[in-house]
C-alpha cells in the first residue's frame, strides 16, 4: 500500500472529470499511490441554483447515467466504477454519443455488469447513497467550486481543471505538483481563464 492516497469524484456527463480522470489514471502509471474513483452528482450540484434554461435542461439529463453508476457501486462496489465510467466516457465524450440509456447499457455489457442496473436510471433507491458520496468529496472544497474534484491524502481540490490530457512522466509532474500543494493547508487556489474547449484522443 502506497503513503499517498487520491480519491477522485465525478460526474460522467463532464468532459471536464473526463479529461482529469484520464490524467490521473495516467499519473498512476507512473507514481505510486492509491488511486479510488466515486461518484458526485451535478444535479446534486445545482439545486436551488438559478441557470440559464439551457444549462438547467442539461443538469436535468445527468442524473440518468450517475444513478446507475452509483447503483453499480451499492450493488457491485466502488471498485467497479473506474471500468464503467471509462466505458460510458469513451462513449459520452471520444465517441460523442448521445449521452443516453443506449450509450450507458452498452458500457455495462463491456464491462460485464447486470444490464438491470439500467432500472435505475429513474428511480432513487439509492438517492441517500448518492447524496452522501456527492458530499463527502465536494462538502470539503466549499462554496463556487465544481467539478472535477480530488483529495489528495484527504485534503480535497476542485480540479486540476485541464484541456487535454497529458501523458507518461508529463502526467506524473502534473501529479507531483497537486501533492505538494496539498501539503499545505494554506494554499487555496491557483487560476487563469481557459482558452481551448476539450481536447479528446480518438
Wanted: glycine share 8%; aromatic share 10%.
Amino acid at each position: 500500500m502506497s503513503d499517498t492516497r487520491v480519491d477522485f469524484w465525478f460526474d460522467p456527463s463532464c468532459p471536464w472529470c473526463w479529461l482529469t480522470s484520464r490524467w490521473i489514471l495516467e499519473a498512476n502509471k507512473v507514481r505510486d499511490f492509491d488511486l479510488g474513483f466515486h461518484v458526485m452528482s451535478l444535479g446534486v450540484l445545482n439545486e436551488g441554483r438559478d441557470l440559464d434554461p439551457a444549462y438547467r435542461e442539461h443538469i436535468d439529463k445527468t442524473w440518468g447515467p450517475v444513478r446507475v453508476l452509483n447503483a453499480a457501486a451499492q450493488e457491485h462496489g466502488e471498485d467497479v466504477l473506474a471500468d464503467l465510467y471509462t466505458a460510458i466516457g469513451l462513449r459520452f465524450h471520444n465517441g460523442g454519443r448521445p449521452q443516453d440509456k443506449a450509450a450507458v447499457e452498452e458500457a455495462l455489457v463491456d464491462v460485464g455488469l447486470p444490464t438491470t442496473l439500467m432500472e435505475h436510471w429513474d428511480e432513487t433507491t439509492y438517492e441517500k447513497e448518492l447524496r452522501a458520496s456527492h458530499h463527502a468529496g465536494m462538502d470539503v472544497l466549499g462554496d463556487n467550486v465544481g467539478a472535477p474534484c480530488i483529495h489528495v491524502n484527504g485534503v480535497g481540490f476542485f480540479g486540476p481543471v485541464i484541456s487535454r490530457v497529458p501523458k507518461g512522466e508529463e502526467a506524473g509532474k502534473v501529479f507531483d505538483g497537486a501533492v505538494a500543494l496539498a501539503n499545505f493547508p494554506y494554499f487555496y487556489e491557483l487560476k487563469r481563464s481557459r482558452t481551448e474547449s476539450p481536447v479528446f484522443d480518438v
